[in-house]
Protein backbone atom coordinates (compact mmCIF):
# COMPACT_ATOMS: atom_id res chain seq x y z
CA UNK A 1 0.00 0.00 0.00
CA UNK A 2 1.36 3.16 -1.23
CA UNK A 3 -0.30 5.11 1.83
CA UNK A 4 2.60 3.63 4.26
CA UNK A 5 5.24 6.16 3.01
CA UNK A 6 3.28 9.58 4.07
CA UNK A 7 1.78 7.95 7.44
CA UNK A 8 5.65 6.92 8.17
CA UNK A 9 6.52 10.38 6.83
CA UNK A 10 3.82 11.68 9.66
CA UNK A 11 4.72 9.55 12.26
CA UNK A 12 8.56 10.25 11.92
CA UNK A 13 7.86 13.89 12.20
CA UNK A 14 5.60 13.40 15.19
CA UNK A 15 7.78 11.39 16.78
CA UNK A 16 10.58 13.76 16.31
CA UNK A 17 8.57 16.92 17.37
CA UNK A 18 7.31 14.85 21.10
CA UNK A 19 10.69 13.75 21.95
CA UNK A 20 12.11 17.35 21.89
CA UNK A 21 9.19 18.65 23.75
CA UNK A 22 9.55 16.22 26.48
CA UNK A 23 13.82 16.62 26.18
CA UNK A 24 12.77 20.20 27.63
CA UNK A 25 10.31 19.30 29.91
CA UNK A 26 12.34 16.62 31.48
CA UNK A 27 15.05 19.74 31.59
CA UNK A 28 12.48 21.73 33.43
CA UNK A 29 11.83 24.33 30.52
CA UNK A 30 8.00 25.59 30.02
CA UNK A 31 8.92 27.28 26.71
CA UNK A 32 10.83 26.76 23.22
CA UNK A 33 14.03 29.20 22.64
CA UNK A 34 12.45 31.73 19.78
CA UNK A 35 13.90 30.23 16.73
CA UNK A 36 13.37 26.64 17.53
CA UNK A 37 9.11 27.93 18.69
CA UNK A 38 9.27 29.53 15.05
CA UNK A 39 10.65 26.31 13.36
CA UNK A 40 8.07 24.20 15.09
CA UNK A 41 4.75 26.53 14.30
CA UNK A 42 6.38 25.46 10.38
CA UNK A 43 6.42 22.27 10.66
CA UNK A 44 3.17 22.02 12.70
CA UNK A 45 1.59 24.70 9.78
CA UNK A 46 2.97 21.86 7.31
CA UNK A 47 1.69 18.69 9.02
CA UNK A 48 -1.73 20.57 9.54
CA UNK A 49 -1.94 21.10 5.74
CA UNK A 50 -1.10 17.51 4.74
CA UNK A 51 -2.61 15.80 7.28
CA UNK A 52 -5.50 17.65 8.77
CA UNK A 53 -6.21 16.86 12.93
CA UNK A 54 -2.37 14.94 12.96
CA UNK A 55 -1.32 17.24 15.92
CA UNK A 56 -3.89 16.11 17.92
CA UNK A 57 -1.61 12.99 18.04
CA UNK A 58 1.05 14.68 20.22
CA UNK A 59 -1.16 14.43 23.26
CA UNK A 60 -0.28 10.75 22.45
CA UNK A 61 2.18 8.95 24.98
CA UNK A 62 4.91 9.03 23.14
CA UNK A 63 5.17 5.16 23.02
CA UNK A 64 2.18 4.92 21.30
CA UNK A 65 3.75 7.62 18.59
CA UNK A 66 6.84 4.95 18.27
CA UNK A 67 4.91 2.29 17.81
CA UNK A 68 2.50 3.72 15.37
CA UNK A 69 5.60 4.72 13.44
CA UNK A 70 6.84 0.98 13.52
CA UNK A 71 3.73 0.09 11.71
CA UNK A 72 4.41 2.30 8.96
CA UNK A 73 7.80 1.20 8.44
CA UNK A 74 6.75 -2.82 9.03
CA UNK A 75 3.87 -1.49 6.22
CA UNK A 76 7.01 -0.47 4.08
CA UNK A 77 8.80 -3.17 3.93
CA UNK A 78 5.32 -4.84 3.04
CA UNK A 79 5.62 -6.75 6.53
CA UNK A 80 2.02 -5.05 7.88
CA UNK A 81 -0.70 -7.33 9.28
CA UNK A 82 -3.82 -7.32 7.78
CA UNK A 83 -5.06 -5.64 10.78
CA UNK A 84 -2.55 -2.85 10.69
CA UNK A 85 -2.80 -2.31 6.94
CA UNK A 86 -6.54 -1.49 7.79
CA UNK A 87 -5.50 0.61 10.69
CA UNK A 88 -3.24 2.54 8.01
CA UNK A 89 -6.06 2.94 5.68
CA UNK A 90 -8.56 4.03 7.95
CA UNK A 91 -5.79 6.70 9.31
CA UNK A 92 -5.23 8.19 5.74
CA UNK A 93 -8.84 8.41 4.61
CA UNK A 94 -9.98 10.40 8.07
CA UNK A 95 -6.12 12.40 6.50
CA UNK A 96 -8.14 12.54 3.21
CA UNK A 97 -11.64 13.28 3.87
CA UNK A 98 -10.74 16.09 6.55
CA UNK A 99 -8.57 17.30 3.76
CA UNK A 100 -11.13 17.46 0.88
CA UNK A 101 -13.50 19.06 3.40
CA UNK A 102 -10.89 21.68 4.36
CA UNK A 103 -10.46 22.49 1.24
CA UNK A 104 -14.24 22.76 -0.18
CA UNK A 105 -14.98 25.20 3.12
CA UNK A 106 -11.67 27.50 2.34
CA UNK A 107 -12.14 27.84 -1.75
CA UNK A 108 -15.86 26.81 -1.87
CA UNK A 109 -17.99 23.84 -3.76
CA UNK A 110 -15.60 24.48 -7.02
CA UNK A 111 -12.54 23.77 -4.56
CA UNK A 112 -13.56 20.99 -3.01
CA UNK A 113 -14.52 19.16 -6.56
CA UNK A 114 -11.02 20.89 -8.32
CA UNK A 115 -8.68 18.68 -5.17
CA UNK A 116 -11.24 16.09 -5.25
CA UNK A 117 -10.26 15.40 -9.29
CA UNK A 118 -7.15 16.06 -8.68
CA UNK A 119 -6.26 13.50 -5.78
CA UNK A 120 -8.56 11.10 -8.25
CA UNK A 121 -6.54 11.71 -11.18
CA UNK A 122 -2.86 11.17 -9.20
CA UNK A 123 -4.42 7.99 -7.30
CA UNK A 124 -3.25 9.59 -4.04
CA UNK A 125 -4.48 6.44 -1.45
CA UNK A 126 -7.85 4.76 -0.62
CA UNK A 127 -10.30 7.54 -2.62
CA UNK A 128 -13.56 6.18 -1.65
CA UNK A 129 -16.29 6.96 -4.06
CA UNK A 130 -18.50 9.81 -3.45
CA UNK A 131 -21.66 8.11 -3.78
CA UNK A 132 -20.22 5.32 -1.50
CA UNK A 133 -19.40 8.20 1.28
CA UNK A 134 -23.10 9.85 0.64
CA UNK A 135 -25.12 6.48 1.14
CA UNK A 136 -22.84 5.97 4.49
CA UNK A 137 -24.54 9.28 6.01
CA UNK A 138 -27.80 8.35 4.28
CA UNK A 139 -28.15 11.32 2.14
CA UNK A 140 -27.85 12.00 -1.82
CA UNK A 141 -24.47 12.32 -3.14
CA UNK A 142 -25.48 16.00 -4.69
CA UNK A 143 -25.89 17.40 -0.88
CA UNK A 144 -22.37 15.87 0.16
CA UNK A 145 -20.87 19.14 0.20
CA UNK A 146 -23.67 20.54 1.63
CA UNK A 147 -22.91 18.59 4.71
CA UNK A 148 -19.11 19.93 4.29
CA UNK A 149 -20.54 23.38 4.71
CA UNK A 150 -22.81 22.35 7.52
CA UNK A 151 -22.42 19.24 9.16
CA UNK A 152 -25.08 18.31 11.48
CA UNK A 153 -23.89 19.36 15.27
CA UNK A 154 -21.57 22.13 13.20
CA UNK A 155 -18.29 19.73 13.49
CA UNK A 156 -16.65 18.12 10.67
CA UNK A 157 -14.44 15.72 12.19
CA UNK A 158 -17.29 13.56 14.01
CA UNK A 159 -18.87 13.21 10.97
CA UNK A 160 -15.93 12.12 8.98
CA UNK A 161 -15.08 9.78 11.67
CA UNK A 162 -18.57 8.23 10.99
CA UNK A 163 -17.59 7.36 7.09
CA UNK A 164 -14.13 6.45 8.24
CA UNK A 165 -16.06 3.95 10.64
CA UNK A 166 -18.17 2.59 7.90
CA UNK A 167 -16.19 2.48 4.83
CA UNK A 168 -13.44 0.54 7.06
CA UNK A 169 -15.86 -1.42 9.27
CA UNK A 170 -14.05 -0.76 12.42
CA UNK A 171 -15.39 -2.66 14.47
CA UNK A 172 -13.44 -1.92 17.48
CA UNK A 173 -11.51 0.82 18.74
CA UNK A 174 -8.02 0.35 16.85
CA UNK A 175 -5.93 -0.52 20.44
CA UNK A 176 -7.71 -3.71 20.36
CA UNK A 177 -7.65 -4.77 16.50
CA UNK A 178 -3.84 -4.97 17.06
CA UNK A 179 -0.92 -4.95 19.74
CA UNK A 180 1.36 -3.05 17.98
CA UNK A 181 4.38 -5.81 17.68
CA UNK A 182 3.01 -7.39 14.21
CA UNK A 183 0.49 -10.05 16.39
CA UNK A 184 -3.09 -9.77 15.66
Known amino acids: M ?19 RDELEARGYSRFPRKEAAGRRRR ?14 LEL ?14 GL ?6 AEREWARSVWLRHLLLRLALAARRRGREG ?5 ARLEG ?17 ISPETLLDWVFHP ?12 VHS ?17 E
Open 167 to 183: LCRLDEPEESRFRGDGS
Open 2 to 20: KIFLPLAEKYAALVELRAR
Open 152 to 163: PGGRLRPLVDHV
Open 44 to 57: FRALARRFPSALTE
Open 61 to 74: PAEELRRRHAITLR
Open 122 to 138: RGEGPLPDRARIARTLG
Open 77 to 82: RGEASA
Open 112 to 116: GERLW
